[in-house]
């Protein structure tokens, strides 16, 4: 079965989908109207509910599932779906909310062992011990979390894949360049965004808790990091230069760092974790479109549009 962003503008749909987000809104004629992002395994779709009532309000909330008939429209370069029906499920619908959520490509068994054998490649104790550690108090989490609420990797199991992909460049990486201490590439990589896990309310309908708001992922992991060296009795420059390639993987100020990397791996680290997620929203965005035409705007990309090259399957 299609699903929700395989349909093109001009198609009517009729299906089942998952709420993932509801806005209220109030037209320029002072009437309400709801914002809904409704989502399946395929990914999502914003859609408008004009005319929206109390009753609306209360049932068509995160993590209903409704079943939808409507149009899709286009506004502003992306597919918005136009509702005509919509009404809540119930027990004769037989749906569930894990038949909506798109997860990670690869089974969680895999992800599991893959990072398992890099730490255990991992030669220097310390940092080792650290990650391990960090890994194991937060396993459960990391490994159903997306990655973020939007954007890239925003899938059941995404943080976890994410560094996965990252991992497997930066081995690419260090092959090519011998002088990278691969410990701290590695250790780096699987922490970096570590903190989601409490920055992030979970994998369904994801939204940021109070200290995802007032601390931020970066934060928290660099108190975790200092945490888990006291618990360990750990205290070389290691703690430190990790807490580091955490502060300064977004890059900038601007992009959210509280300090630039100041150390080669740090670099490497930023550039890794920025190609991963622009490559995931790509690879997404492509996937949706039909060679020889262009995707829709992908607004954490400048809101580019990029074309499929017709001799591309």
């Known amino acids: 079965m299609k699903g929700i962003t395989h349909f093109a503008v001009g198609d009517t749909i009729e299906l089942y ?8 809104g109030i037209t320029n004629t002072g009437k309400p109207f709801l ?9 999502e779709m914003e859609a408008k509910l004009w005319d929206s009532s109390e ?16 149009d899709v ?33 690869i089974s969680t068994d895999e992800i599991t062992s893959k990072i398992t054998q890099y730490i255990f490649e ?20 990391f490994f159903e979390y ?10 059941v199991s995404g943080l976890a894949y994410h560094v996965v992909s990252m991992l497997d460049l930066s081995k690419a990486i ?14 780096g990589i699987i922490l970096h965004d570590l903190g989601k896990v409490i920055e992030l309310s979970g994998p369904v309908s994801t939204t940021y808790t109070v200290e995802g708001n007032l601390l931020g992922h970066i934060t928290i992991m660099v108190n975790e990091i200092g945490k888990a060296a006291e618990e360990l009795d750990i205290k070389g420059e290691e703690v430190m230069i990790l807490q580091h390639l955490v502060l300064s993987h977004h890059g900038k100020a601007e992009w959210g760092s509280p300090k630039p990397p100041m150390i080669k ?45 017709s001799f591309h399957k």
């Open 265 to 309: 791996e740090a670099e490497i680290l930023h550039y890794i974790d920025n190609l991963d997620a622009k490559m995931n929203m790509l690879d997404r965005a492509l996937d949706r479109t039909n060679p020889g035409e262009f995707t829709e705007r992908v607004f954490a990309l400048d809101n580019r549009s990029f074309y499929k090259p």
């Open 174 to 187: 260090a092959g090519l360049y011998s002088s990278l201490d691969k410990d701290l590439l590695y250790s």
């Open 55 to 70: 009753i609306d309000e209360k049932q068509y909330i995160p993590q209903a599932i409704v079943k939808v008939s409507g």
């Open 35 to 43: 914002t809904l992002i409704l989502q399946d395994k395929s990914g």
């Open 122 to 141: 991992m030669k220097n104790p310390n940092i080792q011990r650290i990650t391990r550690h960090l890994i194991k108090k937060y396993q459960q989490a």
């Open 17 to 24: 989908l998952l709420i993932k987000n509801a806005t209220k």
């Open 146 to 155: 997306p990655a973020a609420t939007k954007n890239h990797h925003e899938f």
């Open 73 to 105: 429209q286009s506004y502003r370069g992306k597919s918005q779906l136009k509702i005509r029906q919509i009404r809540p499920t119930n027990s004769s619908d037989s749906v569930k909310v894990s038949d909506f959520l798109e997860t990670a490509p």
